[in-house]
């Protein structure tokens, strides 16, 4: 089966630049897509397609994929980013998600 | 606006059976793929099942496969997951989906979740 990994925690000062990885094997050969999950909530796509933002989703949100690591990153983070984050791919025929990252905006 | 609606959960002794529900509107139901997704207490999101805009191709994970079958009614635009032979690990927050359509799998809309509690 195939694996994504992620970094359990991340920290970040508000107003900081908050990066969150995944890695799997050549994850850059496939589309990895991003979503959000405030404590209590259902999760929000945030990327997809490496890089792509849905309509709403702010700016200050980016992501790339190359190699073997995808990267979210959230500029001049806030409070409210606050969540989990999952990354996730499609593989031999699997939706697969990472085992999420919980951004603390301290 | 995209509303998906999950139902039928609850407690359920080990070894029973469940059906979840997710009524879908503000989209044209029958256009799109969709998928379950779950999530266990305190833990991450694990992918179900899959299945095709008509009905007739569904995929599932390895450990629900041949105990739990994904099925649709396009024309009440009703998603299903029949959950038989349900064992302690199965207790999740069950997430139905709906697939973004694109180059990529993904999932651009999530319901609230219905909760499905094993136990004797």
């Known amino acids: 089966s195939y694996d994504l990994t992620q970094s359990p925690s991340v920290s970040v000062a508000p107003g900081q630049t908050a990066t969150i990885t995944c890695s799997g094997d050549k994850l850059g050969d496939t589309h990895v897509s991003w979503y959000q999950q405030e404590t209590g909530q259902s999760p929000v796509l945030v990327i997809y397609e490496d890089s792509k933002r849905p309509s709403g989703i702010p700016e200050r949100f980016s992501a790339s994929n190359s190699g073997n690591t995808a990267t979210l990153t959230i500029s001049e983070t806030q409070a409210m980013d606050e969540a989990d984050y999952y990354c996730q791919a499609w593989a031999s025929n699997t939706m697969v998600f990472g085992g999420g990252t919980k951004l603390t905006v301290l | 606006e995209v509303h998906l609606v999950e139902s039928g959960g609850g407690l359920v002794q080990p070894g029973g059976s469940v059906r979840l529900s997710c009524a879908a509107s503000?989209?044209?139901?029958?256009?799109?793929?969709m998928h379950w997704v779950r999530q266990a207490p305190g833990k991450g999101l694990v992918w179900v099942a899959r299945?095709?805009?008509?009905?007739?191709?569904?995929t599932y994970a390895g450990s629900v496969k041949g105990r739990f079958t994904i099925s649709r009614d396009n024309a009440k635009n009703i998603l299903y997951l029949e959950m038989n032979s349900l064992r302690a690990e199965d207790a999740a927050l069950y997430y139905c989906a709906r697939e973004f359509g694109g180059p990529t799998v993904v999932s651009d809309y999530w319901g609230r979740g219905a909760l499905v509690t094993v136990s004797s």
């Open positions: 299945i095709n805009n008509d009905g007739s191709v569904a």
């Open positions: 503000g989209f044209t139901f029958s256009k799109f793929w």
